[in-house]
């Protein structure tokens, strides 16, 4: 995407509040805000074990990044993006969220990596007033909000939920399948939680028990132990609350057992990277997903042109995962358009819940905020691995 941002603006760095309807205070920051620049932060795992995301992701912001610079910035401001590695612990990600706010004196977070590290740090930036933005995390409370805690306005999702997504994805699969015998693996922490969470609340809607449940921890390699015991427990549907290496082994798994059994990942199985690595042990793999993942040789008009340009800025091919990060970006700076000249956290947050919708060039369903809801959609794909690509299966569910 190549739109222009133009103008001039000028903004104080400061520290204001705001009246809220039930007379509560919002703090805000307007720190990063100066005459020609915008500063913002992330921290993404660039050299722990979903890396694969983290790279791409940090890779998608900067070539947006420099996309809105090279066409005039946001009202005349370049944004400058500073990037921390949490290595995916929720530890290094405090740490980073502190520098970022004491050092670099960032305006917003932006796209910051993964739930336990997202909530890990999410407070610090509650209390400092700086907006939480879009994280690479779609578990409930980077959206969920209570109106008696003026803080908690600061977080925005544009991400499909894995509560909402599992559900629209398991109930598509449940009624047109034919399952009797559902079963989950999930990572241990706020991801996974989540999963089990849309996993229980649509059978209970269903009135269907699980025929097993069980779990990893985080960064775990070995997955016979939970397979074996799905197996063992007859399941003829198996959820994945993973990520991409996860996602591999208990496939790869279940083929060593000689377990045929249908798959149904989480969104954040629908990357390039799980056929591409999995090979023939992810074949058939099912995915809740929000979005087409486009491929070079069928992609047209701009997302041909932004596919070729990635390439050439990154010398690898573009995935799911920098699509994501690019889009973090890029609705940053559309509201940050929208919010004006005189750019504060109370307008750029004034301008989030205008309820002003974002389009993106890769056929996402629109991103629209408002002052009660901080979720931007929860239209679900459902998406399969075949001949070693994604390929659409059922678009437009909902739970």
Same mark, same amino acid.
């Given at each position: 995407?190549?739109?222009?941002?133009?103008?001039?603006?000028?903004?104080?760095?400061?520290?204001?509040?705001?009246?809220?309807?039930?007379?509560?205070?919002?703090?805000?920051?307007?720190?990063?805000?100066?005459?020609?620049?915008?500063?913002?932060?992330?921290?993404?795992?660039?050299?722990?074990?979903?890396?694969?995301?983290?790279?791409?992701?940090? +890779?998608?912001?900067?070539?947006?990044?420099?996309?809105?610079?090279?066409?005039?910035?946001?009202?005349?401001?370049?944004?400058?993006?500073?990037?921390?590695?949490?290595?995916?612990?929720?530890?290094?990600?405090?740490?980073?969220?502190?520098?970022?706010?004491?050092?670099?004196?960032?305006?917003?977070?932006?796209?910051?990596?993964?739930?336990?590290?997202?909530?890990?740090?999410?407070?610090?930036?509650?209390?400092?007033?700086?907006?939480?933005?879009?994280?690479?995390?779609?578990?409930?409370?980077?959206?969920?909000?209570?109106?008696?805690?003026?803080?908690?306005?600061?977080?925005?999702?544009?991400?499909?939920?894995?509560?909402?997504?599992?559900?629209?994805?398991?109930?598509?699969?449940?009624?047109?399948?034919?399952?009797?015998?559902?079963?989950?693996?999930?990572?241990?922490?706020?991801?996974?939680?989540?999963?089990?969470?849309?996993?229980?609340?649509?059978?209970?809607?269903?009135?269907?028990?699980?025929?097993?449940?069980?779990?990893?921890?985080?960064?775990?390699?070995?997955?016979?132990?939970?397979?074996?015991?799905?197996?063992?427990?007859?399941?003829?549907?198996?959820?994945?609350?993973?990520?991409?290496?996860?996602?591999?082994?208990?496939?790869?798994?279940?083929?060593?057992?000689?377990?045929?059994?249908?798959?149904?990942?989480?969104?954040?199985?629908?990357?390039?990277?799980?056929?591409?690595?999995?090979?023939?042990?992810?074949?058939?793999?099912?995915?809740?997903?929000?979005?087409?993942?486009?491929?070079?040789?069928?992609?047209?008009?701009?997302?041909?042109?932004?596919?070729?340009?990635?390439?050439?800025?990154?010398?690898?091919?573009?995935?799911?995962?920098?699509?994501?990060?690019? +889009?973090?970006?890029?609705?940053?700076?559309?509201?940050?358009?929208?919010?004006?000249?005189?750019?504060?956290?109370?307008?750029?947050?004034?301008?989030?819940?205008?309820?002003?919708?974002?389009?993106?060039?890769?056929?996402?369903?629109?991103?629209?905020?408002?002052?009660?809801?901080?979720?931007?959609?929860?239209?679900?794909?459902?998406?399969?691995?075949?001949?070693?690509?994604?390929?659409?299966?059922?678009?437009?569910?909902?739970?």
């Amino acid at each position: 995407m190549s739109k222009s941002f133009w103008a001039f603006g000028l903004a104080a760095s400061a520290v204001v509040l705001i009246c809220l309807p039930a007379a509560a205070q919002t703090k805000f920051t307007n720190e990063g805000i100066s005459a020609g620049e915008i500063v913002i932060g992330t921290h993404q795992d660039l050299s722990g074990p979903i890396k694969g995301w983290g790279v791409p992701v940090a +890779n998608g912001m900067k070539m947006a990044v420099e996309e809105i610079n090279a066409a005039g910035g946001v009202n005349g401001r370049k944004i400058r993006l500073v990037v921390e590695d949490s290595g995916y612990d929720p530890k290094k990600a405090v740490l980073a969220s502190q520098k970022l706010i004491e050092r670099d004196k960032v305006f917003a977070m932006v796209g910051a990596m993964g739930s336990p590290t997202v909530l890990a740090a999410q407070d610090i930036l509650f209390d400092a007033g700086v907006l939480q933005l879009f994280p690479l995390s779609a578990a409930e409370f980077t959206f969920k909000f209570d109106p008696a805690k003026p803080q908690e306005r600061l977080k925005f999702s544009n991400l499909l939920p894995y509560v909402e997504s599992t559900r629209a994805a398991l109930k598509y699969m449940m009624e047109s399948k034919n399952f009797q015998k559902p079963c989950i693996m999930h990572q241990d922490d706020e991801y996974g939680k989540n999963v089990l969470d849309g996993f229980n609340r649509q059978l209970a809607t269903m009135k269907v028990q699980p025929a097993s449940i069980t779990s990893y921890k985080r960064g775990a390699s070995d997955f016979s132990a939970q397979v074996a015991k799905m197996k063992s427990d007859g399941c003829d549907l198996v959820v994945l609350g993973t990520v991409i290496r996860e996602t591999i082994g208990a496939m790869t798994e279940a083929k060593k057992l000689g377990w045929d059994v249908t798959f149904l990942g989480a969104t954040p199985t629908n990357v390039l990277e799980v056929p591409a690595l999995g090979k023939d042990a992810v074949e058939g793999l099912y995915a809740a997903s929000q979005f087409e993942i486009p491929y070079e040789d069928s992609a047209k008009g701009p997302v041909k042109d932004w596919l070729a340009n990635y390439k050439k800025m990154f010398n690898s091919d573009a995935n799911t995962q920098a699509i994501i990060g690019y +889009n973090t970006v890029m609705t940053f700076a559309f509201y940050a358009q929208k919010a004006g000249k005189d750019l504060t956290g109370q307008t750029m947050l004034d301008s989030l819940e205008s309820g002003e919708k974002f389009l993106d060039i890769f056929n996402s369903p629109p991103t629209r905020f408002t002052k009660t809801d901080h979720l931007a959609n929860t239209i679900t794909q459902v998406q399969q691995v075949k001949g070693g690509r994604w390929v659409l299966v059922k678009d437009n569910l909902m739970f």
